[in-house]
C-alpha cells in the first residue's frame, strides 16, 4: 500500500509564483490535513477536510488555498508565495473508528518548499 | 481550547537507561492521545494511542505510555533506550465530540531524544 503521497517531494520558487502541492491517499479515509512544520513551532494546521467537497482553515490558513474534489485527493494551493511560507509541508489521513472517535493519522514524507 | 504541551525541548539519556518524554494536555470532552516518531527528513511514524481503557499502552518499538486523567499528562517511556531511538517526538491530542475540531489533530511542539552510547 502507498498510503499517503505526496508531490513534489522538493520546491524552490520565486517570491510571488504560484504552484500546487498534491496529497493523495489510498486508504479511503474521510479526514485529510495539511499541515507545515517549522523549527521550534511543532505542526500547525493549515487547512482539513473532513470529506470528498468539503474544507475548512486550520490554525495558520492565510496565503494557502485547498480543494478536495475527490475523496483521495487534497490539494494545497499557494497562490503567491512568499519567504514567509518556505517550510516542510505535510499530508495527513485519518478516519473515524468505532464510537466516533478519530484513529491515528497517517503522514505523507513532507515537500520541501523554499520561496527566495 | 484544545492544547498540548511537551515540557521539554530536549532529552538526553545513556543507552540502556530508561527514557521518559513528557507531554500534558488541555482538551474539552475525552481526549484521544497519540505519540509520534520523526526521524530525520522523514513523515511522521505513529507510535502508540489512548482512546480508552487500561491508562498503559504498549506501541511500537517498546515504547510506552500512561494516561494520567487527573494530571492530564501522556507520558511516553521506554525501558531500555537505544541509540536508534534518537528522533524527534511529538504528542498530539484529538477531543470527541462535533463542530469546529472535528477529526482534528493538535500537536506539541516537539521533544528531541538523543541517546548516546
Known amino acids: 500500500n502507498a498510503g499517503v503521497t505526496q508531490t513534489p517531494k522538493f520546491r524552490v520558487l520565486k517570491t510571488g509564483q504560484s504552484m500546487t502541492l498534491l496529497c493523495a491517499q489510498d486508504?479511503?479515509?474521510?479526514?485529510m490535513y495539511w499541515y507545515r512544520q517549522d523549527p521550534g513551532m511543532g505542526l500547525r494546521l493549515i487547512h482539513y477536510?473532513?470529506?470528498?467537497?468539503?474544507?475548512a482553515k486550520g490554525e495558520v490558513p492565510d496565503g494557502y488555498n485547498v480543494s478536495r474534489l475527490k475523496k483521495q485527493n487534497f490539494l494545497l494551493g499557494l497562490e503567491s508565495a512568499a519567504p514567509s511560507q518556505t517550510s516542510v509541508y505535510f499530508c495527513?489521513?485519518?478516519?473515524?473508528?468505532?464510537?466516533?472517535?478519530?484513529?491515528?493519522?497517517?503522514f505523507g514524507q513532507g515537500t520541501r518548499l523554499t520561496v527566495v | 481550547a484544545q492544547s498540548v504541551a511537551q515540557p521539554e525541548d530536549q532529552v538526553n539519556v545513556a543507552e540502556g537507561n530508561p527514557l521518559t518524554v513528557k507531554c500534558t494536555y488541555s482538551?474539552?470532552?475525552?481526549?484521544?492521545l497519540f505519540w509520534y516518531v520523526q526521524y530525520p527528513n522523514r513523515g511522521l511514524q505513529f507510535l502508540l494511542k489512548?482512546?480508552?481503557?487500561?491508562?498503559l499502552v504498549k506501541g511500537s518499538y517498546g515504547f510506552e505510555a500512561e494516561f494520567n486523567k487527573s494530571q492530564t499528562s501522556f507520558h511516553l517511556k521506554k525501558p531500555s533506550a537505544l541509540v536508534s531511538d534518537s528522533a524527534l517526538y511529538f504528542c498530539?491530542?484529538?477531543?470527541?465530540?462535533?463542530?469546529?475540531?472535528?477529526?482534528?489533530?493538535?500537536f506539541g511542539r516537539g521533544t528531541q531524544l538523543t541517546v548516546w552510547p
Open positions: 486508504m479511503n479515509h474521510e479526514y
Open positions: 489512548y482512546i480508552t481503557g487500561d491508562n
Open positions: 482538551v474539552s470532552g475525552n481526549p484521544y
Open positions: 498530539a491530542v484529538s477531543a470527541s465530540g462535533r463542530g469546529s475540531t472535528l477529526g482534528r489533530l493538535y
Open positions: 495527513a489521513s485519518s478516519y473515524s473508528g468505532q464510537g466516533g472517535f478519530y484513529t491515528e493519522a497517517f
Open positions: 477536510s473532513v470529506g470528498e467537497g468539503t474544507t
